[in-house]
């Protein structure tokens, strides 16, 4: 009697004896990495700019599916960000445009001067009623945190000492357990100690905020071990100003975007080491984002950040999971942000067809090469004006097919991007059927979530 009773409680010490040395959570740990301003082909394993040296992302890349086809929602952050955190699209959420530290009345004022149409509204804060993944994902039982850029937090953060323009509208009160550095700056003050951001305490003077956000994150790693967790490294890196510490600079002969990105790619291998010092590499999820295009070219493709050809929208996605996803694999899906929520809630074990609101879908079936995503159409709507290029318009892309229509001069610019990757050629005259089936489907999808428009501007001349 006695002996049936310690057989089990021994086999019962050994299972707590294991879950200690290994965590045995049953859901996978999330860790999302997305990176400000970087470009499709500024990452080493892309081919395109030998000097960029980034070996740790190379190795996420090899050791797991990179996407070739990956979208932001938005040439520029804010609306990309919203669109991350709530599974909608900018036009749906009303927030279109990067929220600006000068302030709405300002910039608004400025980049519709001298132009025919004015910059359509936006909002400058993502509105707490709407309901974010790190919400749904902490009633799964998630430690969630937020650490880095945020830029959600209201406009005119340069008039502040502190980046703090309303506190309410930080990540902490968006479903992050913890924040580090998310508040309304699009761009750092500094990205050296000290830092004059309300959400990051000073340290040790001259410590490199990239490092530093690394740091933060490896630490929480090593706190949260025992249970599921979901990490967000939003480094501020490589947003202007560009800046690096020194010796850094001195390796890329005085090339301060190299050497921020040097800086990054440490940080990602910090991050990746930790996971497997920490044994959890095989239950951890890892992705590699960025949240618009390149501002400093994006060969081979046309365009960089603000605009609406590939090179400001079409940007780096990796996905890494030993053991699930096969390593050196390959997705020219197209993908989009609005899609990432509903593949962490899938991970979650969420059943996403639950929530009417989101507006992408799971990648889990590519990722696991288990099945597909039907074909679609995925969108954008910049109603907004920049100097970079082709701005103030919408666009449309379905299979090879891309139609951009720019609202200033109401032209229209038709692609095959499987036999013109580079935007080269025009086909909006040749493929009239094409052209005007995209339009269509374009304007009905501009109409079904109320997109904003721009208007005439009265002071145009």
């Not at 323009?165 to 990540?171: D, E, F, G, R």
């Not at 339009?439 to 109409?447: A, F, G, I, R, T």
Request: hydrophobic share 35%; glycine share 8%.
């Amino acid at each position: 009697m006695q002996r049936r009773f310690f057989i089990p409680v021994i086999f019962f010490l050994l299972f707590l004896f294991a879950c200690q040395k290994k965590s045995c959570n049953t859901l996978p740990n999330i860790v999302f990495i997305v990176v400000d301003d970087l470009g499709y082909s500024d990452v080493g394993y892309m081919n395109h700019k030998p000097e960029i040296q980034t070996p740790n992302i190379d190795q996420l890349a090899y050791g797991g599916m990179v996407f070739t086809d990956a979208y932001a929602v938005a040439p520029v952050c804010s609306p990309t960000r919203a669109s991350l955190m709530t599974g909608k699209y900018p036009a749906t959420l009303k927030l279109t445009c990067h929220i600006p530290g000068m302030g709405m009345e300002k910039y608004l004022a400025k980049l519709s001067k001298g132009q025919k149409l004015k910059e359509a509204y936006f909002l400058d804060h993502l509105p707490d009623e709407e309901v974010t993944f790190a919400e749904l994902l902490k009633q799964k039982g998630f430690t969630t945190a937020y650490i880095g850029k945020w830029h959600l937090g209201g406009e005119g953060s340069v008039y502040t000492k502190d980046g703090i323009v309303n506190a309410a509208y930080h990540p902490d009160k968006q479903g992050f357990d913890v924040n580090i550095g998310g508040c309304a700056y699009g761009q750092p003050k500094s990205y050296f100690d000290p830092y004059k951001n309300g959400t990051i305490k000073d340290r040790r003077e001259g410590e490199y905020l990239t490092d530093r956000l690394g740091d933060e994150a490896v630490q929480f790693i090593a706190h949260n071990k025992e249970k599921p967790f979901f990490l967000s490294l939003a480094t501020y890196t490589v947003h202007t100003p560009l800046s690096a510490p020194a010796e850094t600079i001195e390796k890329y002969d005085g090339n301060p975007y190299f050497a921020m990105i040097e800086k990054l790619d440490e940080n990602v291998g910090k991050v990746m080491d930790k996971l497997k010092e920490m044994d959890l590499l095989d239950n951890t999820v890892v992705f590699f984002y960025s949240d618009n295009g390149g501002l400093w070219g994006n060969p081979p493709l046309k365009g960089k950040k603000g605009t609406l050809n590939e090179g400001g929208i079409r940007v780096p996605l990796i996905v890494s999971w030993p053991g699930k996803i096969k390593p050196g694999s390959k997705c020219a899906v197209p993908v989009t942000t609005v899609d990432f929520f509903p593949t962490f809630l899938a991970l979650a074990g969420g059943t996403p067809s639950d929530h009417v609101q989101l507006e992408g879908k799971s990648l889990l079936p590519v990722m696991y090469g288990t099945g597909a995503i039907q074909e679609r159409a995925i969108y954008w709507h910049f109603p907004h004006h920049r100097k970079e290029g082709l701005s103030m318009g919408a666009a449309i892309r379905e299979g090879d097919w891309k139609l951009i229509e720019e609202f200033e001069s109401d032209e229209l610019y038709l692609y095959n991007l499987k036999d013109d990757l580079s935007e080269a050629y025009n086909l909006a005259n040749q493929y009239p059927e094409k052209r005007d089936e995209l339009l269509s489907k374009l304007e009905k999808w501009q109409k079904k979530v109320d997109a904003e428009m721009p208007e005439i501007n009265e002071d145009y001349k």
